[in-house]
C-alpha cells in the first residue's frame, strides 16, 4: 500500500436537498467494494448518487476518465494524483464520517493506549479526526490504542477498529 499524504480535509457544501456535505481526500483511491460506477463530468454527482444510496459509504472519482466508482466497503487506499474519493457523511454530527472496522493513519500522528472510544474521541477533539480498536494481537485486554491525526495519511480495513473524521465548524 502506497502511503498518501493529505494536506488538507475539504468540505463542500453541495445545493441539493439530499447532501448537505462531502468530505474529499484528494489524490487517493479508495480500494474494495465497488457497488456501481457511472460516467459523470465532476465530483459531485458522485457526492449526490453515494449520499442518495443507501448501500454506499465512499466513492471514488477518476478525473482522467470522468467515471466514479461507488463504495460500500474500503479495503485500502493508494495514492494517485489522478483520483479524488469522498466520504458520505453519517456521524452524529451531521457533517462527519465514522467507518466501523477501517483504521485511519496520518502524519504526525499521537499514539495511545485508552479504555474506551469515547475517551478516545474526547482526547482528540482537537485533531478531527481518530481511530481506535484494540491493540492488536491482544483480544483480552480492556483497552485500546487511540490514533489522533489531522492529515489522513492512508485508510485500511481493521477488525473491531472504529474511526472518525470530525472537520472543525467554521
Known sequence: MIATSIF???MMHIGTASVQSCLFLPNVVLHGGTVDEF??????QCCVQCSNSACCIAYTYDTTKKRCYLKNAIGHSTEDFTMTSGL?????YGEG????NVKILGDQTNRLTL??????RQYCSAYQVFSYGPVTGDHLSK???CICTM???SLG???GCTSEINPSQG
Open 115 to 120: 479504555r474506551s472510544e469515547e475517551e478516545c
Open 8 to 10: 488538507v480535509l475539504m
Open 151 to 153: 492529515r489522513i495519511k
Open 39 to 44: 460516467q459523470t463530468v465532476d465530483i459531485t
Open 157 to 159: 480495513y481493521e477488525y
Open 97 to 100: 464520517v465514522t467507518l466501523k
Open 143 to 145: 483497552t485500546g490504542e
Open 88 to 92: 458520505k457523511p453519517n456521524s452524529r
